[in-house]
């Protein structure tokens, strides 16, 4: 990993500054509950000074704040390039930190923020950020498409570099300058990005970095310099997050948690040769502590054992150990609070009566570290608690429907809506059933978010989109100049 274990500044302005608190973040690893260092926990002062650094930025009419598009996605280009040089060291610190498979972060954390990178320097080059209307009244309109401003985006600890480009890389294309707050579980990764926005030239104040928990993140929110807000996390909070921008008229795009479903129609394949990586990414990713994941599986009652059992057979077969090892498919838990939620959920699966098939426990290969057994449920009644609330681990519960009709209205039975998947080997049919489901994304066959399309939820899964256009769309503001 990278020698941040240990630091004593805050990236700031383009440069490493003093905290202006003597508070630290002790990171604890979630594979053998040791801990891994420390770093400067940010203060009030330094959310104030990331602020100011960033709106120098922003009006910096010989500086970001001139550039051409052009010249932004140059810069771009150039974080992505240095962030290819860091891969390994981004993927080490993510896994140790918050537990996440290191294959997965190889393939994810380390790849996909250069992936938007490249992605929204190009959309940059060519996006309308203006354009002349003919009128109807005679004369015609300048319509404008400028930055935002300063934005202030708050990261979560469970994809914390994939989730921080969802927000930075679209809003650089469109002129933006940011204050990242990290979560406190995963910092060190962000020590490791400080480090190549610095080399890659970005200017001073367009990239800020500070950490720190929920208090800090409010005063971010609030702050009066801020002109957006970008948030992933839980529904709660992001509740709490769109009550204050409502009442400033500041613009937000949340992102939040998901309970979603996973249709597998009659006539699915449910060779695990043949699905087994589909169904294992779109159901049990990242220990599952992913926000999209399709946690409740909706079996066809003809086909239902079937389904358990093969289910049953994938959880069972999953590796579960140390985050750091390549054949890891399931790691620990982030933190022992995210372990006792896990293990609280699966109680009262238990109590309300559904049916354990595997899992449930903690394995017994060691007693260190915050692991919990990949779990499945079967006879659910989507009214449990298992089948209505976000867990964020590796559980899933099955539950039985009779008909299209009846799997639709169940997957919909939700207060989220965020992701969901539907499995079948009639490619028309899968289509026809996603349309009705009550969700900002649908997979047919598995799950994986384009950066090329919309990505966001709807009812308590949030408001808003990133990805796509549309992503970079939610970092700018129209003007009309009637000429």
């Known amino acids: ?105 190889q393939q994810l954390e380390a790849v996909f923020p250069q992936l938007l990178l490249r992605y929204y320097a190009g959309l940059a080059r060519e996006y309308p950020f203006e354009e002349t209307r003919p009128g109807l009244l005679g004369g015609s309109t300048l319509v404008t498409a400028e ?13 914390p570099q994939a989730l921080a480009a969802f927000k930075y890389a679209p809003g650089l294309a469109a002129g933006a300058t940011f204050v990242l707050k990290p979560s406190p579980e995963t910092v060190f990764d962000s020590y490791v990005f400080a480090e190549a926005v610095a080399a890659a030239g970005i200017p001073d104040g367009v990239i800020n970095i500070v950490p720190g928990g929920r208090e800090l993140g409010a005063y971010l929110v609030a702050h009066p310099g801020i002109d957006k807000v970008a948030f992933t996390g839980s529904s709660a909070a992001g509740r709490s997050i769109s009550e204050v921008c409502g009442r400033l008229f500041r613009p937000v795009t949340l992102e939040l948690g998901g309970k979603s479903a996973a249709i597998i129609l009659d006539d699915a394949d449910l060779d695990l040769a043949k699905i087994g990586e589909q169904i294992f990414g779109a159901t049990l990713l990242n220990n599952g502590q992913t926000c ?8 066809p009652a003809a086909r239902y054992s079937e389904v358990v059992d093969t289910l049953t057979g994938l959880a069972a077969s999953l590796q579960v150990g140390d985050a750091l090892d390549p054949t890891t ?35 017994e290969f060691t007693e260190q570290g915050w692991f919990v057994e990949p779990t499945i449920f079967a006879d659910v009644d989507n009214n449990y608690a298992i089948a209505q609330e976000e867990i964020f681990g590796p559980v899933l519960s099955i539950i039985s429907y009779d008909g299209d009709d009846d799997a639709v209205a169940i997957a ?71 000429l």
């Open 1 to 105: 990993m990278t020698n941040a274990i240990e630091q004593d500044s805050l990236f700031i302005g383009g440069g490493w500054r003093s905290p202006e608190g003597s508070g630290r973040i002790t990171v604890i690893s979630p594979n053998t509950e040791q801990a891994l260092g420390s770093v400067p926990e940010g203060a009030e002062g330094d959310i104030d000074a990331a602020v100011a650094a960033a709106r120098a930025a922003f009006t910096d009419r010989s500086g970001w704040g001139g550039w051409t598009a052009a010249q932004r996605a140059d810069a771009m280009e150039r974080l992505a390039d240095e962030l290819d040089k860091r891969s390994a060291d981004l993927a080490q610190a993510v896994s140790s930190q918050n537990g996440m498979p290191i294959a997965i972060a």
């Open 147 to 159: 930055a935002v401003g300063v934005v202030g985006a708050i990261v979560p600890w469970n994809f």
């Open 292 to 299: 999209f994941l399709g946690t409740r599986i909706l079996a």
């Open 329 to 363: 498919q399931i790691g620990p838990m982030a933190t022992s609070r995210q372990r006792e939620r896990v293990e609280s959920y699966i109680a009262k699966g238990k109590g309300d009566g559904a049916r354990l098939t595997t899992g449930g426990g903690r394995p």
């Open 412 to 482: 919909n039975a939700s207060d989220y809506g965020l992701g969901g998947s539907v499995w079948t080997s009639d490619h028309d049919h899968g289509v026809a059933v996603a349309r009705r489901i009550a969700s900002g994304t649908v997979g047919i066959n598995a799950y994986l978010p384009d950066p090329t399309a919309p990505f966001g939820g709807i009812k308590a899964s949030g408001i808003g989109r990133e990805l796509g256009p549309e992503g970079l769309a939610a970092y700018l503001v129209k003007k009309s100049i009637y």
